[in-house]
């Protein structure tokens, strides 16, 4: 039996094309992290698992979820962040499981601002075109290995969601200006995006949103457009991803 993966989507910035032009928010990009689903299961998981018990007690009728802002922030059940040793230890572990995890990285981060002066017709959704991207390059990367995978994001709310799933079953169906059609269905086992809350405790999300801000500030800065040093931190992380992209897995568009 073929082995299966799943690309787990997180999005950091604001996907509002109104909000093109705001020096806050002006770019949005998506992270996908592509991993075996058996690696998922028998590595990933638990390892996130025990680190999250070992650190802030996660109890499985209670699990705690990892959440980049709360990490930082130091609130709710990351407190035990504030003693300087706590967060260190913690930080040190992170790193060494972002390391030996086995996963491949694709982030597309788009200028709504360029986006919009050059589309100001069509001003198409800064979400679906970096999904459309994404998913191309998530077809490459399948084609390039032999296998099949299928697509994972956070929910984003009601709305949105549904939006969401239908432009992905629009693109499952028709194609991109690059993937003919049918190309999708060859590779990609669902027409159906999975959607799930941060609730949920699924390790692929939680990895991604821990890895999607440092990917997105490294390409703006590497565009000279973050306008501010990353954090020695941010910068470990980084190290890391240069080593988990895929080919032509950074694109600024």
């Given amino acids: 039996m073929t082995t299966k993966y799943r690309i787990y989507i997180d999005e950091t910035g604001n996907s509002s094309i109104k909000s093109a032009r705001s020096a806050n928010e002006r770019f949005l990009s998506l992270t996908g992290i592509i991993i075996s689903l058996p690696h998922v299961q028998a590595t990933m998981h638990p390892q996130m698992e025990e680190l999250k018990v070992r650190h802030f007690g996660s109890h499985p009728d209670d699990p705690v979820i990892l959440h980049r802002k709360d990490i ?23 790193l060494a499981h972002l390391r030996d995890w086995e996963y491949s990285v694709i982030t597309v981060c788009i200028d709504k601002k360029a ?64 993937i003919e059609q049918g190309m999708f269905q060859s590779l990609l086992t669902s027409r159906e995006l999975k959607v799930r809350s941060k609730s949920a405790n699924i390790a692929g999300l939680q990895l991604a949103d821990l890895i999607a801000h440092p990917s ?14 990353l954090s020695a931190f941010a910068l470990q992380i980084v190290e890391i991803l240069m080593d988990k992209y895929d080919r032509n897995g950074k694109e600024f568009i």
Avoid at 72 to 94: C, G, P, V, W, Y
Avoid at 146 to 165: F, P, T
Wanted: hydrophobic share 30%; with cysteine.
């Fill in 72 to 94: 930082l922030k130091k609130k709710r059940r990351f407190d035990t962040l504030r003693n300087l040793s706590a967060e260190d230890a913690f930080n040190q572990d992170l």
């Fill in 115 to 178: 986006h919009l002066e050059t589309h100001e017709t069509s001003q198409m959704d800064p979400y679906h075109y970096c999904l459309a991207v994404l998913l191309e390059r998530f077809y490459h990367w399948l084609n390039r290995k032999g296998v099949r995978g299928d697509v994972m994001a956070e929910a984003r709310g009601g709305k949105e969601d549904m939006r969401l799933k239908e432009e992905f079953r629009r693109l499952w169906e028709n194609g991109t200006q690059y």
């Fill in 216 to 229: 997105r500030s490294e390409i703006l800065q590497e565009q000279g457009l973050l306008g501010r040093e």
